[in-house]
């Protein structure tokens, strides 16, 4: 895929966050998932020659802010890219009794220290839930939170790449069978939508119609939402109450700056 570069000469970039920013449900052609990180950071290499671009994915499974302040954001210090996309806070907004604000001052405080060690940041607000059965009822937190990041965005000049207006992703082929992680689709929706946000001009519209298919019933819709509910809910759940997480003893796929 082509494009023209706008506004920026990015020549590395570092992308920190949890399952999201690692790819999860996005099979790559080494084992390891790829997703939209991989995919912009494929665009932004385009066609320069073998290194001429470097590219770093911190991103683990299931990493609250904290985690992610802890164990990523000092590395940024350490690499001092051209560009990072932070993408966080998730997590902890779905946990029961999270205060978007409070999650949103420790994402600040994350935030300035990017700024000062990257030449751009970009930040990427929550998606939007309306549709997704039991996580519906989590939209006004997302929306506060989503609030807070892009004042945050204002306030230190960073990109922002707003997942909850991007109309493709209401689409349920824009996810994966579990519905907590996005589909190859809908990942490349998500990294055309980054490259957009960066100034970056793509052939592909992140926004271009889904082919036309025809409609589930309220019998099969409900079908569905109870598989999906055993497969998936009830695990995911389970695991929180037992405080376990996705991504213990999981590390890094791509830990420090690679050439394309």
Same mark, same amino acid.
């Given at each position: 895929m082509s494009y023209l570069q706008e506004t920026l000469d990015l020549n590395s970039y570092v992308?920190?966050? #949890?399952?999201?920013?690692? *790819?999860?449900? /996005?099979?790559? &052609? #080494?084992?390891?998932?790829? *997703?939209?990180? /991989?995919?912009? &950071?494929?665009?932004?290499?385009?066609?320069?020659?073998p290194g001429g671009f470097q590219y770093a994915n911190l991103a683990v499974r299931?990493?609250?802010?904290?985690?992610?302040?802890?164990?990523?954001?000092?590395?940024?210090?350490?690499?001092?890219?051209?560009?990072?996309?932070f993408c966080a806070g998730g997590n902890?907004?779905?946990?029961?009794g999270s205060d978007p604000?409070?999650?949103?001052?420790?994402?600040?405080?994350?935030?300035?220290?990017?700024v000062d060690a990257a030449g751009t940041v970009?930040?990427?607000?929550?998606?939007?839930?309306?549709?997704?059965?039991?996580?519906k009822h989590l939209r006004g937190k997302i929306a506060t939170y989503n609030n807070h990041m892009r004042a945050v965005a204002d306030r230190y000049d960073c990109k922002v790449a707003d997942l909850w207006s991007l109309r493709a992703v209401q689409d349920r082929r824009a996810w994966s069978e579990d519905r907590l992680h996005l589909s190859p689709e809908g990942h490349q929706r998500v990294a055309l939508l980054a490259a957009r946000s960066l100034g970056l001009r793509t052939e592909q519209d992140p926004?271009?119609?889904?082919?036309?298919?025809?409609?589930?019933?309220?019998?099969?819709?409900r079908r569905e939402n109870l598989q999906w509910a055993r497969e998936f809910l009830l695990p995911w759940v389970g695991r929180r109450l037992r405080g376990e997480s996705s991504g213990d003893n999981v590390e890094a796929k791509r830990p420090d700056l690679m050439p394309l």
């Open positions: 992308a920190l966050g #949890d399952s999201f920013t690692e *790819g999860l449900n /996005d099979p790559g &052609a #080494d084992g390891a998932f790829a *997703g939209w990180a /991989d995919r912009l &950071a494929g665009l932004l290499a385009g066609d320069r020659p299931g990493r609250l802010l904290d985690q992610i302040m802890a164990e990523q954001v000092p590395e940024v210090r350490r690499i001092r890219p051209d560009l990072v996309t902890d907004i779905l946990r029961p604000d409070e999650v949103a001052e420790r994402f600040e405080a994350a935030v300035a220290q990017l970009l930040i990427c607000t929550g998606f939007d839930t309306r549709g997704v059965p039991l996580f926004e271009a119609p889904w082919p036309s298919t025809p409609a589930l019933s309220p019998a099969e819709q």
